[in-house]
């Protein structure tokens, strides 16, 4: 499968609201209650997402930066059809997985091997795909023995190679990162950068949301700056993290 | 209010759009093969770890036949005309523990699987059923046992034992369509599981689970208003199954229109309502 240059993925005009109770009714009780009350029933909608537009290439990797709340999860999960968007359009013409976290879905009680059937599962894979990937997953997470002990006994960091493996072996066209990268140790990281990168020269398509800047600027090929839901910037990740830098606030501000 | 957050022209209609063969669920058999995964993790997180884990779900509806027997025949002096009382009770007991703990497991499968739901892409309703497939198994596994039960007390199978997999649809379809109707309305009042709990056990006593149907034949004034729960029907029916019983026609009908209309009603609701779950 050579890359080509089509577009794999595209946002129109995306917004997502949230509704903001004053107090949200969170039982019956209180719904029932709060009816009879003025001002019981009193929200104010708070948009995560507005008017996000931007399109990506096959095998073309997209940084999305921007501080807390700044909308980056919503967006991916927005992408992902996870949560339902308020308004706007979305085109896509690949397969998408999604690394919002690692290890979704994992029981500690089963083994590595168990795990890694049940997760392809969930990621979409049927039962022949599962069979025909799982060596090299395993390879690839490199865990010994431990592939077949219940992943209760495993490291934090076992944990995440073994989640990490599953994902970057479902031949998605659209990947879905959202700030694991961050969380591994470093020889974690050395391992999975040129993973990614080997990925992209398959075709693969990507969005990663990171604090990481260092990392989005070693991977990316555009980054995209959200700020209070909107697209501040788009470019070239170096023109993009330069502008955004200055707008880092140490986090004890 | 902030520059252009209320609705306008410019705004497009929400459209999620796959184009080709982009679309990652683009066939029953992957979420029946989903269903199967998910059915095997909860089995084996109930039973792995523990080499009991079998009799354990068995131990529940012993002991309620136990206590029902001791309160409904030898203190209340009710009893069954053809087959001994613990028979009767154990036959009906297993079947509703079955719908029971399929829809009221199912009700929470939403909210317990939180972080499956929050995190990737996959029919949501794979949750609730496999749930009812895990308590499915349960039942079967024990039926081996009910049947050595039934006989150990002299009483014969009959051809009726045929009709058990009729018996299992309906049973299944009921605790399907409520447990996809509660579940997809659960994230957004979670306080319903208090509810659901005395709902099921008011349900419990308006079946003919712990007392002979025979009972409630000799008050003619409630019996139409009582048929009306589709549960009479189904549990007539699994009586029928081990014990022979015959069923009333208007039962079975009762039996077999509400569990189907529950079902679809069900699925529609979560259809329609577990789109939003990732809201709250």
């Known amino acids: 499968m050579s890359p080509d240059s089509g577009e794999i993925l595209g946002l129109e005009g995306v917004w997502r609201k949230y509704r903001r109770w004053q107090r949200r009714p969170s039982s019956l009780k209180d719904a029932f209650v709060r009816l009879f009350q003025r001002n019981g029933l009193v929200y104010e909608d708070f948009w995560a997402l507005k008017d996000v537009g931007f399109s990506l290439k096959r095998g073309e990797i997209l940084g999305i930066c921007g501080g807390n709340g700044s909308g980056k999860s919503t967006l991916l999960k927005v992408i992902a059809n996870i949560l339902p968007m308020s308004h706007g359009r979305i085109t896509v013409r690949g397969k998408i997985a999604t690394l919002l976290d690692l290890g979704t879905g994992f029981l500690p009680e089963l083994t590595g091997r168990e795990n890694i059937a049940l997760n392809g599962a969930i990621m979409g894979l049927s039962d022949a795909e599962i069979a025909s990937k799982m060596e090299s997953i395993i390879d690839f997470a490199d865990l010994g023995t431990f592939i077949n002990s219940p992943i209760k006994t495993y490291s934090a960091g076992m944990y995440m190679r073994l989640g990490f493996a599953i994902a970057v072996h479902v031949n998605a066209d659209i990947l879905l990162i959202d700030e694991i990268l961050a969380v591994g140790d470093e020889e974690f990281q050395r391992k999975c950068i040129p993973e990614l990168q080997q990925l992209q020269r398959n075709g693969t398509a990507m969005v990663i949301a990171s604090h990481a800047l260092n990392m989005l600027s070693a991977l990316c090929d555009r980054v995209i700056w959200l700020d209070g839901g909107r697209v501040m910037m788009e470019g070239p990740p170096n023109e993009v993290l330069e502008r955004y830098s200055p707008h880092l606030v140490p986090a004890n501000d | ?280």
């Not at chain 2, 306008?8 to 929400?14: A, E, G, S, T, V």
């Open chain 2, 1 to 280: 209010m902030e520059y252009g957050v209320s609705p306008n022209d410019q705004m497009l209609k929400p459209m999620y759009e796959y184009v080709g063969d982009a679309r990652v669920w683009n066939s029953w058999s992957k979420t029946a093969s989903l269903v199967r995964h998910l059915t095997w993790r909860s089995l084996a997180s109930r039973y792995r770890g523990s080499a009991l884990g079998f009799v354990w779900s068995l131990v529940n509806p012993v002991l309620l036949m136990v206590v029902y027997t001791i309160v409904f025949q030898y203190i209340l002096g009710s009893n069954s005309k053809e087959e001994p009382f613990p028979v009767y009770l154990m036959t009906g007991i297993l079947a509703w523990n079955f719908m029971s703990s399929a829809a009221i497991n199912a009700s929470v499968s939403l909210v317990s699987g939180a972080a499956l739901v929050n995190k990737s892409t996959f029919p949501r309703i794979a949750l609730p059923l496999s749930t009812v497939c895990a308590n499915a198994i349960n039942y079967l596994v024990a039926l081996p046992l009910l049947l050595v039960f039934i006989f150990a007390f002299g009483v014969k199978p009959t051809p009726s034992l045929l009709l058990f997999p009729f018996a299992l649809l309906l049973l299944t379809l009921m605790a399907t369509g409520v447990g996809a109707l509660l579940s997809a309305i659960m994230p957004f009042f979670l306080d319903l599981q208090h509810l659901i709990e005395v709902v099921f056990t008011m349900w419990f006593f308006l079946s003919p689970v712990v007392y002979p149907i025979s009972l409630v034949n000799d008050h003619p004034r409630w019996r139409g208003l009582y048929q009306m729960n589709p549960m009479v029907g189904i549990i007539q029916l699994v009586h029928s199954v081990f014990l022979g019983h015959p069923v009333e026609s208007a039962s079975l009908a009762i039996a077999i229109v509400g569990s189907v209309g529950i079902f679809a009603c069900g699925i529609w609701v979560f259809n329609r309502l577990s789109v939003h779950c990732t809201e709250v």
